[in-house]
Nanobody, 121 residues
Framework: QVRLVESGGGLVQAGGSLRLSCAVS????????MGWYRQAPGKQRELVAG???????NYADSVKGRFTISRGNAKNPVTLQMNNLKPEDTAVYYC???????????????WGQGTLVTVSS
């Protein structure tokens, strides 16, 4: 069974930086698009940044110029570098992958458990 595990969250002061990583466990044939989402208390989950297998990226307007999503290696396929953090960035951040476990399987959308990012003012 494929699992995603996020790490790198924590408490940081406004203006600080954090780097989130997403580790993959289990056998995977291929990974297509990946993304980072976040959910703040009382709000809906929203896309923060996404990246395709070809390296094309997209960002929420609120994080453009501050966050950078990157593809990594097979075990840690995506990271999110977050700079100049603001209190409104406080949320649980989730890693998401559109992947194919085996050559004969369909694409699946897999989510991690989330990592909490808290930005103090």
């Amino acid at each position: 069974q494929v699992r995603l595990v996020e790490s790198g969250g924590g408490l940081v002061q406004a203006g600080g930086s954090l780097r989130l990583s997403c580790a993959v466990s289990g056998s995977i044939f291929s990974i297509n698009a990946m993304g980072w989402y976040r959910q703040a208390p009382g709000k809906q989950r929203e896309l923060v940044a996404g990246i395709t297998s070809g390296g094309n990226t997209n960002y929420a307007d609120s994080v453009k110029g501050r966050f950078t999503i990157s593809r990594g290696n097979a075990k840690n396929p995506v990271t999110l570098q977050m700079n100049n953090l603001k209190p409104e960035d406080t949320a649980v951040y989730y890693c998401n992958a559109d992947l194919r476990p085996t050559i004969s399987s369909r694409n699946l959308a897999v989510w991690g458990q989330g990592t909490l990012v808290t930005v103090s003012s």
